[in-house]
């Protein structure tokens, strides 16, 4: 399926394309063997001929596919939308480190995501929902801007019965049974087993993770324990272009997952 040479995109058959709002749509993609190559937390180039590139998470893993949760908001990602089922779209990758459940394994482990952010994590969510024996529990807090910005509502629906889940809309818009505000204000709440070897990934817009790390830090969470998506411009996907450069770091090969240790210390 992949390419020999890193550069040059290859043909991926689009399976199937989910709707989840107006504007954000996963297109699941061909791709053999995808449970053993890729991770949760890579991305991928998609490629559209005179239109350009667009980084983007992978936001599923099959036996033999990939999904990408895409939203129309750029001249790239606005073309792909005209492509259906059946077509093929032009990918590269995969790219990043991603999340690596050793890291995690036999951990109590907290998972807190908004809007898009939930995109590289709900790999992550997935694998524990349906292996609760590789962890000592787990907690997934999401939070969106409304109910009609929910994205896998059927993920979410098995997390509630399988797992520790929690959601809040920043507004749910006089819709009934939605907690009205942001993650950052669940955190407290949590009450971890043993605050030492609790981990924790963060992912979402830079001031949710922010505060949510404070949040985490305050619970007692030590830095060493914590992870995050460094989300970023990424053009090239391989050190070259410079454009995802911070400081000595190149967000497309030392992340885009980060441990906060090291991502509290790159300064742009």
């Not at 790239?76 to 991603?98: A, M, Q, W």
């Given at each position: 399926?992949a390419a020999?040479n890193?550069?040059?995109?290859?043909?991926s058959k689009?399976?199937?394309?989910?709707r989840?709002?107006?504007?954000?749509?996963t297109?699941r993609m061909?791709?053999?063997d995808?449970?053993?190559?890729i991770?949760?937390?890579?991305?991928?180039?998609?490629s559209?001929p005179k239109?350009?590139e667009?980084?983007i998470s992978?936001?599923?893993?099959?036996?033999n596919?990939?999904d990408?949760t895409?939203?129309?908001?750029?001249v790239v990602?606005?073309?792909v939308?005209?492509?259906?089922e059946g077509?093929?779209l032009?990918?590269?990758?995969?790219?990043g480190?991603?999340?690596?459940?050793?890291?995690?394994?036999?951990?109590?482990l907290i998972?807190?995501?908004?809007?898009?952010?939930v995109?590289?994590?709900r790999?992550?969510?997935d694998?524990?929902?349906?292996?609760?024996?590789?962890?000592?529990?787990i907690t997934?807090?999401?939070g969106f801007?409304?109910p009609?910005?929910?994205?896998f509502?059927d993920?979410?629906d098995y997390?509630k019965?399988?797992i520790?889940f929690r959601?809040t809309?920043?507004?749910?818009k006089g819709?009934?049974?939605?907690?009205e505000g942001?993650?950052?204000?669940?955190?407290?709440?949590?009450?971890?087993?043993?605050?030492n070897t609790?981990?924790?990934?963060?992912?979402g817009p830079p001031?949710?993770?922010?505060?949510?790390?404070?949040?985490?830090?305050k619970l007692g969470?030590?830095?060493t324990?914590?992870?995050?998506s460094?989300?970023?411009k990424?053009?090239?996907?391989?050190?070259?272009c410079?454009?995802?450069?911070?400081?000595d770091?190149?967000?497309c090969?030392?992340?885009?997952?980060f441990p906060?240790?090291?991502s509290?210390?790159m300064i742009d």
């Amino acid at each position: 399926m992949a390419a020999t040479n890193t550069y040059i995109p290859f043909p991926s058959k689009i399976l199937e394309i989910i709707r989840h709002t107006k504007k954000e749509y996963t297109f699941r993609m061909e791709y053999p063997d995808a449970l053993h190559k890729i991770r949760p937390g890579q991305f991928f180039e998609i490629s559209m001929p005179k239109f350009g590139e667009a980084p983007i998470s992978v936001s599923g893993i099959g036996d033999n596919s990939i999904d990408f949760t895409i939203r129309d908001v750029g001249v790239v990602t606005d073309e792909v939308f005209h492509y259906f089922e059946g077509k093929s779209l032009l990918i590269r990758g995969p790219y990043g480190n991603g999340f690596v459940y050793d890291d995690y394994n036999g951990s109590e482990l907290i998972v807190v995501a908004g809007g898009t952010g939930v995109s590289p994590v709900r790999g992550v969510i997935d694998h524990y929902a349906h292996h609760p024996e590789d962890v000592d529990g787990i907690t997934a807090i999401v939070g969106f801007k409304s109910p009609d910005d929910i994205l896998f509502r059927d993920d979410l629906d098995y997390w509630k019965d399988h797992i520790d889940f929690r959601m809040t809309v920043d507004s749910a818009k006089g819709q009934p049974g939605y907690r009205e505000g942001f993650v950052t204000a669940v955190v407290p709440e949590l009450t971890p087993k043993d605050l030492n070897t609790t981990k924790a990934i963060v992912v979402g817009p830079p001031p949710m993770m922010r505060f949510t790390i404070m949040g985490l830090l305050k619970l007692g969470i030590p830095e060493t324990n914590i992870w995050l998506s460094q989300e970023r411009k990424m053009c090239c996907g391989l050190g070259k272009c410079g454009h995802c450069k911070i400081g000595d770091t190149y967000v497309c090969l030392d992340g885009p997952v980060f441990p906060y240790t090291k991502s509290k210390t790159m300064i742009d």
